[in-house]
């Protein structure tokens, strides 16, 4: 049955409380609901505050990676002592002791042993704190709650068999937790190795099965092989049957995010401020998690956690009027956890921010780069989220909720607000897409719009930008993308203009010496150059020359070195034909020009010759490598 928290724990206390249920119970539930957090952080704290329970020692404990019964019985012992040292000593020092002996013990006499000797172990404790024997095996009015007993490797019949004793014969009340449906599976692939060697038998009977006719083992494929193993190990008809013996009632686990929520805001947000934040927009954060269907509580807390990191950056910026911080903090606020959703659902390939949210013009990629790869620029983010709070004051936003005009004056309004805006240079070249974007389904509509007054207002400011790099192309053709523009003579003249402004090289390439880090800068800006479709079209070659006769032997076979970076690959002409004129004129330069190169350094001369030789050959082999894709 499907109950909520409150009708849970009230189940869970009624079985505490009546002495004839000699059976256990389950709590069922799906990995990453919030079971094991309910249990440890709603269930057993409100059984403990019950003074009517008579089961009141209540130990929790994790079935995780356990191997065997003994096992099994040691962490049990073991938790009766970290009970009995917290008791004594305090929580953290209780647990401190025994986390110790755990790691000097595996089996409860040789932790007694080592108690004996306690000094060596560094516990600082005498013989007179030192549990009774009968402090520890008195069972009575002890409750156990059991989690993870789908990840327990032993088998299950044999587990629910050890548990039957513990409710009929020992009086002990157990709850366990389990996502029920992986027990078999988890079950099956234990000792899987070993179960194919057994059944691989010639002299076992597997004739009753449908796919097999006792084949020769070198004939199974793998289903026949693993039919035999569910054939021979099958747990399922056995495990209901003892289930049946040992569980008194199985309870569906149905994650209610609102009841949990508040806890686990408290718990796992450390920031008192942002606290308050979490617990003010509760509901719009519960709905986000509605709407996506998600119900994974692993998600909600990394939600938490990663809020937790950027908020401190986002809290000391300064902004008058402050309601508009406050809103672009409530922004980010849904875009973390929708992220968290995307990223935990692995759906990080299609981020689309305009799900993110309300505004779609704000570039809050800041979150996903620190989610999904813990980076983090403080004055970046400052700096963006003082441009986006200015940015729903212009225009551009205005016309984002277009639709809600009342009149044709207010567009007309906000078109001479957008030239004014684009004039006194409030947007980036990066945005110019989506402000094309927005003209042009204006005009569409009908509107009388001069498109060549906006085009060449933006033209004007990329030709008057002092520094364009190509970082502002490749954002400029990210918006392009983002938000589905489609391509037109107005962007692609200002794409144009871009490319024709945009500094590749630094101007150290011409001044500097030609070494080690001019070869590491080109092997990381390599990509930059494919997309551009262009290398030594974006070079001065003219310089290059002035350079090269300047140059050493080193130097020459520098530069080698670097036009080896971009035209060695084999489908160099996919993305370097645009530099076939550069390459032609360079060579010509070289083959008028090489007694000068030669004669420049009498001490490097015929080695710098050798160098200037094998430039001139392999330009040779990258021009006959382009110049047969234009054939």
């Not at 089961?55 to 019964?69: A, E, P, R």
């Not at 209610?256 to 617990?279: A, G, M, P």
């Not at 700096?383 to 005009?405: E, G, P, T, V």
């Not at 080109?522 to 020359?545: A, Q, T, V, W």
Request: glycine share 2%; charged share 25%.
């Amino acid at each position: 049955m499907n109950i909520n928290n409150d009708k849970l724990i009230n189940i869970v206390t009624d079985y505490l409380l009546e002495d004839r249920y000699t059976q256990a119970i389950l709590i069922d539930g799906k990995w990453g609901t919030g079971k094991t957090f309910f249990v440890k952080e709603k269930l057993i704290p409100t059984l403990k505050n019950d003074s009517s329970l008579k089961y009141t020692n209540i130990y929790y404990l994790s079935l995780y990676d356990i191997k065997d019964l003994n096992e099994l019985t040691n962490k049990i012992y073991l938790t009766l002592f970290e009970n009995f040292f917290k008791n004594k000593f305090g929580e953290k020092r209780g647990k401190n002791i025994t986390n110790k002996l755990n790691l000097f013990s595996k089996a409860i006499n040789i932790g007694l042993n080592a108690l004996n000797n306690s000094n060596i172990l560094g516990f600082n404790i005498t013989k007179d704190d030192l549990p009774k024997f009968e402090d520890l095996i008195d069972l009575k009015n002890i409750s156990l709650f059991l989690d993870d007993v789908e990840r327990c490797k032993i088998d299950i019949n044999e587990l629910l068999s050890f548990i039957n004793t513990l409710t009929e014969q020992n009086n002990i009340k157990v709850v366990l937790i389990a996502n029920e449906e992986e027990i078999n599976y988890t079950q099956f692939y234990n000792n899987l190795p070993e179960k194919y060697m057994l059944t691989l038998n010639e002299k076992i009977d597997f004739n009753k099965l449908s796919t097999d006719n006792n084949q020769k083992k070198e004939q199974l494929d793998k289903e026949q092989l693993i039919d035999r193993v569910h054939y021979l190990f099958s747990i399922k008809d056995l495990y209901t049957k003892t289930k049946e013996k040992t569980i008194m009632i199985t309870i569906k686990y149905n994650p209610n995010f609102e009841d949990l929520y508040d806890t686990i805001v408290e718990k796992y947000c450390r920031n008192k401020q942002l606290q308050k934040r979490l617990l003010k927009y509760k509901s719009t954060i519960l709905n986000i998690f509605k709407q996506k269907k998600h119900t994974n509580i692993r998600t909600l807390i990394f939600g938490i956690i990663s809020i937790e990191k950027l908020y401190p950056i986002l809290s000391s910026i300064s902004y008058t009027p402050k309601k508009y911080l406050n809103k672009e903090i409530y922004n980010c606020l849904k875009s973390t956890f929708i992220l968290a959703i995307k990223i935990k659902s692995k759906h990080i390939n299609n981020l689309n921010y305009d799900d993110i949210t309300d505004n779609q013009y704000i570039d809050n990629s800041f979150i996903s780069k620190f989610m999904l790869y813990h980076h983090l620029d403080k004055d970046k983010i400052k700096k963006d989220f003082i441009y986006i709070i200015k940015h729903r004051q212009l225009a551009l936003h205005k016309f984002k909720y277009y639709s809600n005009f009342t009149s044709d004056n207010e567009i007309y309004f906000y078109l001479k607000q957008l030239y004014k805006e684009l004039k006194n240079d409030l947007y980036p070249i990066q945005e110019y897409p989506s402000i094309i974007e927005k003209l042009v389904k204006l005009k569409n509509i009908g509107f009388s719009i001069d498109l060549e007054k906006y085009q060449t207002c933006m033209i004007n400011k990329i030709n008057n930008e002092m520094d364009i790099s190509f970082n502002i192309l490749e954002k400029f053709n990210e918006n392009t993308r983002i938000y589905n523009i489609i391509s037109n003579t107005y962007t692609e003249n200002l794409k144009q203009s871009i490319l024709n402004k945009l500094t590749y090289v630094p101007q150290s390439f011409f001044t500097d010496k030609w070494d080690n880090k001019i070869i590491t800068y080109f092997k990381e800006h390599k990509d930059d150059f494919y997309l551009s479709r262009g290398f030594l079209s974006h070079l001065d070659i003219d310089m290059i020359i002035q350079k090269l006769i300047k140059a050493d032997k080193n130097e020459v076979s520098n530069f080698s070195t670097i036009l080896y970076i971009f035209y060695h690959i084999d489908n160099a002409n996919e993305y370097f034909t645009n530099d076939l004129d550069s390459i032609n004129y360079l060579l010509n330069k070289l083959r008028k020009n090489t007694s000068g190169f030669y004669m420049f350094n009498n001490s490097l001369s015929l080695l710098k010759k050798q160098e200037i030789d094998y430039l001139i050959n392999n330009l040779e082999s990258y021009k006959n490598k382009l110049s047969s894709s234009k054939n």
